[in-house]
C-alpha cells in the first residue's frame, strides 16, 4: 500500500477522535472545521517526519494544538480551552481514551450513550446541564433548585458511574472481538 492509502486509512481511525479534541478547544464550529482541514493538510505534508514507531494520534493532535493557539492568538474569541497547558492535558486525556478497549470512537460513544441513559435520573439531569447545555455547576444548581454542593457531588458520581460502566461495556466488547 502507497503513503497515500496508509494516510487514508490513519485519516479515517483518528479524525472522530481529532474532532472531539478540536471542538473540545474551540466553540466555533466553523473555525473547528477549519482547523481540521488545516491539520490534515498540515499532517500530510509533515507525513515524512512522523515516527512510525509512536502512536499517530498524539502526533496528530499535536499538529492541531498548535494550529488552535495560533487561531487563539489570531482571534482571541471564546475558545473552551486557550493555553498550551489545557491542549496538553486534553491531549493526555484524549490518549486514554484511545487506549480503551473498543476498536472506534464511534464503539466507546455507544458505549458511553448506553452507560448515561443507565444512570440514574438526578445524575442524566445533572450532566445534561453540564455537558449539553455547558452550565457551570452554580448554574446548575440553580436550574434544578439544589445546593451548589449537590450539584458537585452529583457531577463527581456521575463520572464514576461512567466510568465503571464503560470499562465494563467496553471490556465486554474486546472479549467479544
Known amino acids: ?30 473555525a473547528v472545521d477549519d482547523l481540521f482541514q488545516e491539520t490534515m493538510l498540515t499532517a500530510w505534508r509533515l507525513i515524512d517526519r512522523f515516527d512510525s514507531s509512536r502512536p499517530f494520534g498524539p502526533w496528530l493532535r499535536g499538529i492541531a494544538a498548535k494550529l488552535v493557539l495560533a487561531w487563539r492568538r489570531k482571534h482571541a474569541t471564546d475558545p473552551r480551552l486557550c493555553d498550551a497547558a489545557a491542549l496538553e492535558q486534553l491531549d493526555v486525556r484524549m490518549s486514554e481514551v484511545q487506549r480503551l478497549p473498543g476498536d472506534t470512537l464511534d464503539e466507546k460513544l455507544d458505549a458511553l450513550r448506553r452507560c448515561v441513559a443507565a444512570l440514574p435520573e438526578q445524575y442524566q439531569a445533572t450532566l445534561d446541564g453540564r455537558f449539553r447545555e455547558q452550565l457551570s455547576p452554580p448554574e446548575i444548581a440553580a436550574t434544578l433548585q439544589l445546593n451548589l454542593e449537590t450539584v458537585k457531588k452529583r457531577l463527581q458520581r456521575a463520572r464514576a458511574l461512567l466510568l465503571e460502566c464503560m470499562l465494563g461495556k467496553l471490556a465486554a466488547l474486546e472479549a467479544e472481538g
Open 1 to 30: 500500500m502507497d503513503a497515500k492509502g496508509v494516510f487514508e486509512i490513519l485519516v479515517r481511525e483518528h479524525a472522530g477522535m481529532l474532532r472531539v479534541y478540536l471542538r473540545s478547544a474551540v466553540a466555533d464550529q466553523a
